[in-house]
């Protein structure tokens, strides 16, 4: 089920936002990021507000558009569920299980096993209590590509 979601996921990738560590450019626990599509080349955002689907999940609404300048497009790096907290400048690891907490809501992105009623594949939206609480289907783990944009170091996550 997640190894589904993770694939359509796996093209979108950091945009960088907010809040680095030092002039590297590493991602951090608390960053607010904004996650791109780099497979349309870098066109669209994954966005999210408070409205809900209609089906499926019900869940909250998290769709790609090509607006770049909207708040709704702001994530926070927060620690993987049921884990320690993560402390703010803390740099993310390539492999770190991590949540993405969507700054205008406080529900996390999410995935479960309802199918999505525009691509068939598993649902992505935003879940949780509103205050960043949630469940493992919340859980995401970074893939950084060797020698990408994205890897800083071999080690780390980095801003684009």
Known sequence: MKQTALSFLSAILLSAAASYASDEKLVTCSSAIKLTHIESGSKYYLLSDDRQLQSGSGQQLVTAVENN????????????????????????RC???????????????????IKSPLSNQHEVTGFGSGQGEGDSGDNWTVVCESGGDFC??????GGG
């Open 95 to 113: 492999g770190d299980v991590i949540r993405l907490m969507h700054v205008g809501t406080g529900r996390n992105l999410h995935t479960h096993g």
């Open 152 to 157: 800083k170091g071999g080690r780390y996550w």
């Open 69 to 92: 300048r909207t708040p709704d497009g702001l994530w926070q790096i927060r620690e993987a569920h049921d884990s320690p907290v993560c402390d703010a400048g803390t740099p993310i």
